[in-house]
């Protein structure tokens, strides 16, 4: 009845079918009249009816009239027989098809491949389908999922070429034999399990070589000659780079040397070392700003002391403030962390600066510039900048570009009454992106380079509401005392030394902030319920038995027309919050998969917004003249 009062909202066709069974029929050959709604079938965009609510088989003439479709969703409906109807092929605008845990029989339909051209997810796992797999699929160049496991499919998979694929199972076919083709060779050996495939990832097939294998021949047969002129080659350009090395680091410690000079400009001042961090560290908010600054400012006159005075910057930005300024600013405790705490810092100039005193840190001098020179140079849209930076025995400051929006946490699980700012769809979706790509440029610098500390105080917002990752680089340079000794639902079970860490690690705790967005469940909330599980494992559970929408926070289920694209981001934040290291995706991979849910629900969504421009158009239109 919803979907009859708002005609210009209609385009998600919830079917209330939870409970009862209905059959298709040609009498009812439209699905609005099953759910007993008068509604216009070329307006529907989603047809979802899931559970266990149809029998029989599906008749034709009921997916001609729903021209607008782009997703179908009949999942588990485990009575609902027979060969798929031809016309289901004229539902051009389809580009999800969900059709899992139904009992379809018949070969895999042409049309999926002939017609439906902006296919992105086609699932027909769980059904009895026969025959091959279509080779056809290869002329779908949108495919990301291609679901078929579970059916009775036969034949051979070796001409398929899917190089646009993310997910893709053919498991517990038994009659699906040959090999593996190269364009599905990255994909889990699990999704070919149960068939009498071969070939990489599984054992290579009789009287196969392996790439790898192959190779080392064609080196045996390297004369001596060229393997003298590789060697040569090799020390030349290692000469070269090491000159390149040198040149460039001269460059830079040029460069420092001028930026220090800019900062020796104001008055060289250093902080007074133990006895007002406790007064710093004792205030919070309001009050802390009225102690604050008289600290900074006594610190501000002591002088004397071991190492630089200098506030060093990075980068080529213009150098607004120096030491003395950041010391009279008046400040406010902004929170107190694993490594130290952190200020709010207004200086006279009326720039805002975030402040972190590093408590903790043992590392020598050189070691701690060599990191803290690393963390500078990482420059990311989603990451948050480090300015600045001053040490010397008794103090560490960090100082950072100020994010007027705070923490996801703070955005998240802060204000739940009046007032508070609701974060949809479009926003959950969006910081899970720029967080993921800013984790995943972190991830690019190298195999060694990971966060350590990733978690939604973690995550903040600049603005407008862009995502930035903070507090990277920093667990490498604290002491054991300040490894996170709190209840943490972010870490991954194999990290039992928390400064032990990696990117798999990351990948983890990123999927436990996935589920966080999702939920609105703080992690280490869930740890306290009553059946003591952490929030990945029972997002796992929930998802198996089934009742998906019942874990997405209701905010988030305002946005029907996403419900597809949340359901994917919750199989991706399961899949990165897998128990096993090596089942957890990349985050390269991580990013581009939110990247294309994101694509496809805003494509959901201007399908919309043009739809009801249409209707506007159309009622303001004049009369036959
Ligand atoms: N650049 C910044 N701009 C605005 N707020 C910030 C900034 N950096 C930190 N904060 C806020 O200050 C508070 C303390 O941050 P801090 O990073 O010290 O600790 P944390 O994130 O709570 O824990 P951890 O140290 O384990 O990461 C947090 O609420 C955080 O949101």
Redesign the pocket.
Known sequence: SDLAADRSALLALRAAVAGRTVLWDAASASPCAWAGVTCENDRVAVLRLPGDSLTGQIPLGIFPNLTALRTLSLRFNTRLTGPLPSDLGQCVALRNVYLQGNAFSGEIPAFFHDRLNDLVRLNLAGNRFTGEVPVGFNKLVRLRTLYLQDNLLSGTISALDLPNIDQFNVSNNQLLNGSIPRSLRKIDKSSFAGTSLCGRPLNLCPGEVDEADSVIPSKKKLSAGAIAGIVIGSVVALIILLLLLLLIFRRNSSQKTRSVDVAAVAKEAELEPQADKSALEAGNGVAAAAVAPAAYNKAAAVNGGVGSKKLVFFGAVPKAFDLEDLLKASAEV?????????Y?AVLDAGITM?V?RLRDVTLPEKEFREKIEAVGAVDHENL?PLRAYYYNRDEKLLV????PM??L??LLHGNRGAGRVPLNWEMRSGIALGAARGIAYLHSQGSSVSHG?I?S??I?LDKSYEPRV??FG?SQLSGPSST?NRVDGYRAPEVTDPRKVSQKADVYSFGVLLLELLTGKAPTHALLTEEGVDLPRWAQSVVREEWTSEVFDFELLRNQNAEEEMVQLLQLAIDCAAQYPDKRPPMSEVARRIEELRRSSLEDFQDSVSETVRDVDIDNAPGPQ
């Open positions: 902004l929170g107190k962390g694993t490594f130290g705490t952190a709010k975030a972190k948050v950072y570009d100020y994010m705070g923490s946490s703070a500390n978690k105080s973690n903040l903070s507090d920093l996170p």
